[in-house]
């Protein structure tokens, strides 16, 4: 399972860095969508906010969502779940492999939007380096959460406009949960129930995709 | 089997009557500062019908999502419960929603609040319907079973949230009055009796439309079979 996992994440790793839609399409679009919300916040706003938390969350929830989708379109150009079925790879290993690919796309676009945020939104440094553990947390969590969705949706009329109404509920609590511990960590506060919710959702999603991933694929 | 099958709807009717009966006339109103006079009686209808929301229905939904999935178990019938029982769900959810905010305005002072316990059960709102528009969305019908059997058990998650959600945070929304982990009731006399009635009524309630959901899913898988085979004999009939 454990091979079939890395053969998997470097598959799609290889894809990102060979097609480099991540560097060129997911990221500008992510630092648009941060200076987007700067440009709402007003330039008074802006820089003194405590509103850069939530806007962090929400721009990698759209990048996430974009992420998905090219996960999972990968695994459905011409001939792609053949191979797989052909190969007989183990689908726990497929859904771990496609999870840690996307978790290090993921913890790469949140290091840039951050960065963003730091500059933008003048959020404190000292305070965002404290809260990066959790960042990581979360996005693993909307990894193998946005994995799951992805497969669940995929093949189907209209994956586009279905995945966010499927995702966006079971993101939620992590959202809320990323939010309230990066502005902790930023501002002080109560830390370990957030981080429960976030240990909790991805130990979760992680077990239902290895016990339930393969019934996707065959559907 | 068919004898209870009849006794279910009279059942339902006769408990439901019951909790309106004791809940308006025989329990009392509120004598405590926080307790609100009449408003006490939406004890007999907020709990129990969450109840039937957030557990009874999830519950069958969950564990025939679960039984579909076994291969051993598999069958239509496993899908069409989970189906079933899913939009029922959707029914009580909103329910709760809506009789949560007529009890919290007066006692809270708001319609809605941010609150662990509110907003937790409207996301859980969220993914009923987002189930329902998975439903809709795939044409293959074992596909579409198979993609709503693990969505499902995914959504299945969110229920523990909700249960815990009073006691991980501070929340505006009481915390368990009968089922709490000190094992004391804090509920006396009719009232508690009252309170069990509606639980007993609204349960009944959910298995009453249940039943007739699924019959009503029979019913349009076969005539939406029928339709499909005089498509096929009018089109053979054109090539013959």
């Known amino acids: ?219 | 089997m068919k004898l209870l099958q009849r006794a279910l709807g009279p059942a339902t009717l006769v408990t439901l009557l019951g909790t309106f009966i004791m809940g308006m006339w025989v329990t009392p109103k509120a004598t405590m500062l926080d307790g609100g006079g009449d408003l006490v009686r939406m004890l007999y209808v907020h709990p129990a019908v969450a109840w039937v929301a957030l557990y009874v229905s999830f519950g069958t939904t969950t564990v025939a999502s679960a039984l579909y999935l076994w291969r051993r178990t598999r069958s239509v019938v496993m899908d069409r419960i989970a189906y079933c029982a899913m939009e029922v769900s959707a029914l009580f959810i909103f329910l709760t929603l809506v009789t949560g905010s007529i009890w919290g305005r007066p006692a809270w002072g708001v319609w809605w609040a941010w609150d662990a316990r509110l907003t937790s059960t409207a996301i859980l709102g969220v993914f009923v319907l987002g189930y329902l528009a998975l439903r809709r969305a795939n044409g293959d019908p074992e596909a579409r079973a198979r993609r709503s059997a693990v969505f499902g058990i995914l959504i299945a998650l969110d229920i523990p949230i909700i249960h815990f959600a009073v006691v991980w945070w501070k929340t505006l929304h009481q915390s368990a009055t009968v089922l709490n982990s000190t094992g004391n009731v804090l509920v006396h006399g009719s009232m508690l009796w009252t309170l069990l009635l509606s639980f007993v009524a609204f349960t009944l309630l959910f298995v009453w439309l249940l039943r007739f959901r699924y019959r009503l899913e029979v019913m349009r898988e076969t005539s939406q079979q029928s339709r499909r085979d005089v498509a096929v004999a009018a089109r053979q009939r054109e090539g013959a």
């Open chain 1, 1 to 219: 399972m454990i091979r079939t996992a890395l053969l998997v994440a470097r598959k799609d790793l290889l894809i990102e860095a060979r097609s480099r839609v991540l560097l060129w399409q997911v990221l500008p679009f992510g630092l648009l969508s941060l200076l987007l919300c700067g440009l709402a916040l007003g330039p008074a706003q802006a820089g003194k906010s405590s509103a850069a938390p939530g806007l962090f969350y929400l721009v990698m929830l759209f990048v996430t969502l974009l992420m998905i989708n090219r996960s999972q379109g990968v695994e459905h150009a011409a001939g792609t779940r053949e191979s797989v079925a052909v190969l007989g790879l183990d689908p726990a290993g497929v859904f771990l492999g496609k999870t840690l690919a996307l978790t290090v796309e993921l913890w790469l676009t949140g290091a840039v939007i951050v960065g963003g945020a730091v500059l933008t939104l003048h959020t404190a440094f000292a305070g965002t380096v404290a809260a990066l553990p959790s960042i990581a947390v979360a996005l693993g969590a909307m990894a193998a959460a946005g994995t799951m969705y992805g497969a669940l949706t995929a093949g189907i009329d209209g994956p586009a406009t279905l995945l966010p109404v499927l995702t966006l509920p079971a993101f939620a609590p992590l959202l809320v949960a990323g939010e309230r511990s990066f502005s902790s960590a930023l501002h002080g506060g109560a830390l370990w129930e957030w981080w429960v919710i976030m240990l909790v959702a991805l130990v979760g999603y992680l077990a239902i995709g290895v016990l339930l991933y393969g019934v996707l694929e065959d559907s």
